[in-house]
């Protein structure tokens, strides 16, 4: 089933200059019991953005209107822990299009792959210099060009390309998933089932 | 067959429909277990595309994420987490999966019951919406967590996409010394690893320490794989697996089990294979383990210093943040810190061998007062077993109770929710900022240092306690 098609992404950035944000915080447990695809965006990151009395957190990144944009700019290990594809969903339902780190966590860069959101590794340097040029100017953009696979800072012209499996990269440019392709195949997949061990 | 592969190539290559050049590879998954937290969007997925489940005898419901752990008898109180095992029963239904649900004999955690019944076999390729699904590998099988895009990709095409990850072996020899399990020998590993020091692998795990774990032993290690980054892990499939799968209700009998005894005979890594990774460690280092941080690589051997900022591997931030969250100090011992509650369960610790750890230090003790103690059985099996081989009674003199099954406080999305700032000694997989609850404080430990928690109300070594048992 088709997303948004992505190609390139121009747009200012929020900084989470955190290592290890694990998937229970992009979105805690108590917060999965939708059954619908839904407002998970309300919660993102809930316990770091919202007191327990439901106040905003003023310290907190999100809570802060000097940054903004469509780019989330990670620490190291981005993403680590349970598979909960609704951590992709909150970042997607937030606003956001496109996850920026120098290490992503494995299922969570599959689940952003699968619905539409960009997740771009970086170098250490290069991530530190997104961070040092975001806080010295939070209006400063960044362009992440899916077809040339590179991401700028637009401020400086500093670029740097990132790496995308080529199947992949052509289902974000055009929308397609995964499902699209296996139904096409399905004739080959009943094939080996008939002849499968177990 | 060209006697260069590993036990991980032999199962993934076995199971490629179709590979994409600059691409992923089509893996056909033989086995797939769901539960009510990350399928329901998943069926709508079906629903909106107007198809249905390809093949429904391969897939598995049972609900076990977010149901209460007491008075499973009557209706759930809350009705966003009532609707959401309405609809894993409505879906499993209209799509003639099998289901085992609230109340169900065969109910518990899908990562407990999937082995339990026969579901987990060797060689096989096997996935759910749960990042603990490497459970499975202790079997010889692939098995990883996946996310729920996944799920509705598996029940339309029992296939999913992915490239395929690089191999890593970990091989510990030697002899564990008293006191440690299998869950120490896991949480040493991932200390050593980081969080993140797996990443883009699958694991095999060799060696004696390996070979000489029971089964449930294999499965707590294989289970918390993921939690240095591991795609999964697996152990090789030997005699133990073989017996240990025998006669129960998904093993296959007959000419079919001697068939899929042909292909399980194959399921190990050639003398001449090649890892891209390979790391030796010497069991008999090893010391019963606790986490002092905020993620379980941030553990150590319970005698030890919590280490200085300056000393870790990560950035010195981070640290220092997670530590303040814990409300611990660089360089100070954990020992004798007094904790408020005490979890035993969850798909790493939830097991009947588990609870016979946690029962014989118990025996003959007192539960500390002011310890709250939640004591949550993996599975109703589990449960009966505790009753049956008088566990429970023992438990009880020594002032536990026993909840129901379910994953309860390891992800406290039910009612089961450590409360802010208490601290707590688990036996699960997570010690993450508020992963027990908003403001609760995790250190994951195995089921003796939890008991010798639960008896002294304090961080305590266990091998203290079994020493006195020793001399009675």
């Known amino acids: 089933m088709a997303y948004d098609k992505f190609n390139i992404l121009t747009s200012t950035a929020v900084p989470l200059p955190i290592e290890n944000v694990d998937t229970d915080q992009i979105i805690p447990a108590r917060f999965l019991k939708a059954t619908e695809r839904k407002g998970f965006g309300d919660n993102l990151f809930r316990d770091w953005r919202y007191n327990q009395d439901d106040s905003p957190k003023k310290d907190f990144v999100l809570n802060d209107p000097t940054y903004s944009g469509k780019i989330l700019v990670g620490g190291k290990n981005f993403g680590s822990g349970s598979s909960r594809e609704h951590a992709a969903w909150a970042v997607y339902d937030y606003g956001f299009r496109c996850v920026v780190s120098s290490f992503f966590a494995d299922i969570f860069r599959n689940n952003c792959l699968n619905i539409g959101v960009l997740p771009v590794q970086v170098s250490a340097d290069f991530l530190q210099k997104i961070f040092d040029a975001i806080e010295a100017d939070p209006k400063t953009e960044l362009e992440v060009s899916l077809p040339e696979q590179t991401i700028t800072l637009l401020s400086s012209g500093e670029s740097e390309s990132f790496e995308i499996n080529g199947y992949k990269k052509n289902n974000m440019m055009n929308g397609f998933d995964d499902i699209d392709f296996l139904l096409n195949i399905k004739k080959d997949i009943q094939t080996f089932a008939a002849n499968t061990p177990l | ?472």
């Open chain 2, 1 to 472: 067959m060209s006697a260069n592969k590993t036990l991980f190539d032999k199962v993934w290559d076995s199971h490629v429909v179709h590979k994409i050049e600059n691409g992923p590879d089509v893996l056909f998954i033989d086995r797939h277990m769901i539960h009510e937290v990350t399928s329901p969007v998943a069926f709508l997925g079906l629903k909106n595309r107007g198809i249905g489940v390809l093949y429904n005898n391969r897939t598995f419901a049972t609900a076990d994420h977010n149901t209460p752990t007491i008075n499973q008898h009557l209706p759930v109180e809350d009705p966003l987490s009532a609707n959401q095992l309405k609809m894993l029963e409505e879906n499993a239904n209209e799509h003639g999966i099998s289901y085992w649900g609230l109340g169900h004999e065969k109910n518990g955690i899908v990562h407990v019951v999937g082995p339990e019944y026969g579901i987990t076999q060797p060689g096989a390729t096997i996935v759910c919406g749960d990042s603990h699904t490497s459970t499975h590998g202790a079997f010889g099988a692939i098995a990883f967590g996946i996310g729920t895009s996944e799920v509705e990709m598996v029940l339309a095409t029992q296939c999913i996409m992915q490239p395929k990850p690089k191999r890593m072996r970990i091989n510990i020899n030697g002899e564990l010394s008293k006191g440690v399990t299998p869950k120490d020998v896991a949480l040493f590993i991932i200390s050593q690893l980081t969080t993140s020091g797996a990443t883009g692998y699958f694991v095999e795990y060799a060696g004696d320490i390996f070979r000489n774990m029971s089964m449930e032993g294999r499965m707590t290690v294989c289970n918390l794989s993921i939690e240095m980054g591991a795609r999964g892990g697996m152990i090789a499939p030997d005699e133990k697996t073989f017996e240990y799968i025998k006669g129960r209700e998904f093993t296959p009998t007959g000419a079919d089990w001697d068939k899929a005894m042909t292909y399980w005979e194959t399921l190990y890594t050639d003398a001449d294979a090649i890892f891209d990774k390979e790391l030796t460690f010497d069991g008999s280092q090893i010391e019963p383990m606790i986490t002092y941080g905020t993620n379980p690589g941030m553990g150590m051997g319970i005698s030890k210093e919590i280490p200085m900022a300056t000393a870790t591997q990560g950035g010195a931030s981070s640290y220092k943040k997670s530590l303040e969250y814990m409300k611990f100090n660089e360089g100070e011992s954990m020992m004798g810190k007094t904790i408020d509650y005490v979890f035993l369960g969850s798909c790493t610790n939830g097991r009947i061998e588990d609870f016979r750890a946690f029962t014989s230090l118990v025996k003959g003790r007192k539960k500390a007062d002011h310890v709250t103690a939640w004591l949550v059985p993996g599975s109703h099996k589990v449960e009966a077993a505790i009753k049956e081989e008088g566990l429970l009674d023992i438990l009880t003199e020594a002032g536990f109770e026993l909840r129901e099954p379910g994953c309860s406080a390891c992800l406290a999305m039910n009612e089961d929710k450590i409360p802010a700032g208490k601290l707590a000694v688990s036996t699960s997989n997570r010690n993450f900022e508020g992963r027990q609850g908003p403001g609760a404080r995790t250190i994951l430990a195995s089921p003796l240092v939890a008991a010798a928690a639960a008896v002294t109300g304090k961080v305590t070594d266990p091998r203290e306690l079994m020493e006195e048992v020793a001399l009675h």
